[in-house]
């Protein structure tokens, strides 16, 4: 994966079922997390909480947490948002899950660490101890929370 270089036009939905990109995500940051999830997916649900803290200290040190349901219907992923009171960007993968391909997501939770260039830096479990050390090779002065 490391030679792999993502697209970040590749369409996707909004929570609303609006077409939209990584591209405005990824611009002038220093990399984008993106979390594969989906509303039957136990583990993933209870990372909820835990997905929203890396959102918000995440985005103090340039990276853009994103939530991407894989369920292919953007009135599930809305539900969850407003339950769950989610507030990073919250989409939707669309039908024939492009990204879900591209990445090998064969389990879920899943998160994928791309740097602006469209590198594949981390692709594993959101509890994999090896994220934070990639992460903090983008953000230095990154302090690992206690999980």
Do not use: Y
């Not at 405005?24 to 220093?30: A, N, Q, T, W, Y």
């Not at 979390?35 to 803290?53: K, R, V, Y």
Request: hydrophobic letters at 45%.
């Amino acid at each position: 994966m490391a030679k792999m270089v993502v697209d970040f036009k590749t369409n996707l939905l909004d929570s609303s079922g609006k077409q939209t990109d990584l591209t405005g995500h990824i611009k002038d940051r220093k990399a984008i997390l993106i979390d594969f999830w989906a509303s039957w997916c136990e583990p993933c649900m209870e990372l909820m909480p835990t997905l929203q803290s890396k959102a918000d200290l995440l985005a103090k040190h340039g990276i853009t947490v994103i939530a991407l349901n894989t369920e292919a219907d953007p009135a599930i992923a809305a539900e969850v948002q407003k339950t769950k009171g989610m507030k990073m960007p919250w989409l939707v993968e669309p039908e024939g899950e492009p990204l879900s391909q591209l990445f090998k997501v064969d389990s879920l939770p899943r998160m994928v660490l791309i740097n602006p260039d469209g590198r594949v830096l981390f692709n594993s479990h959101p509890m994999n101890s090896k994220l934070w050390d990639v992460l903090k090779t983008i953000a230095p002065q990154l302090e690992v929370p206690k999980e």
